[in-house]
């Protein structure tokens, strides 16, 4: 007669194997969950410095290109809009002094229109913490002067 293993004895065998293998997929979902918020948070606060510099950068410009050449302008019975340049540069860069820009900065002006370049370095929040170097965020922004209203085109 043939004995058949008791039925629990498979189970215990089983179980056995079976240990700690919940531990591991906590811990791996758990590091997913972490990289997740990371991304999110991290993400997030790239974003809204990126989008800071540029609304930096673009308030730089329009006080730029708010620098007429006077005699020009006089002398266009205000027909023509050119830029001082060497004012547009300068207030440009004062405005940039006043909101207190610590990054790099590139500020050119000709007749016609004024470019800021600004860039900034910034460090990950939590990715910072694993090694995640910081962040090199750059923007451009461009003004051009303009007098009188504008007219809408088209219907």
Request: hydrophobic residues 45%.
């Amino acid at each position: 007669m043939t004995t058949l293993p008791h039925p629990s004895a498979g189970a215990a065998h089983r179980q056995a194997s079976e240990d700690g293998q919940i531990l591991v997929l906590t811990v791996v979902v758990a590091l997913a969950l972490v990289a997740i918020l990371g991304l999110v948070a991290d993400g997030g606060f790239v974003l809204a410095r990126h989008r800071e510099l540029q609304g930096v950068a673009d308030a730089a410009a329009r006080v730029g290109a708010a620098q007429l050449d006077e005699a020009s302008y006089r002398a266009s019975n205000g027909r023509t809009a050119t830029l001082n340049p060497t004012q547009a540069q300068a207030a440009a860069g004062r405005y940039l002094r006043t909101v207190r820009f610590g990054g790099e900065t590139s500020i050119t002006a000709t007749p016609g229109q004024v470019t800021i370049g600004l860039s900034e370095v910034v460090r990950p929040i939590i990715f910072s913490s694993v090694g995640i170097g910081p962040i090199r965020l750059a923007v451009h922004a461009v003004a051009r002067p303009r007098t009188g209203i504008a007219q809408a085109q088209g219907p």
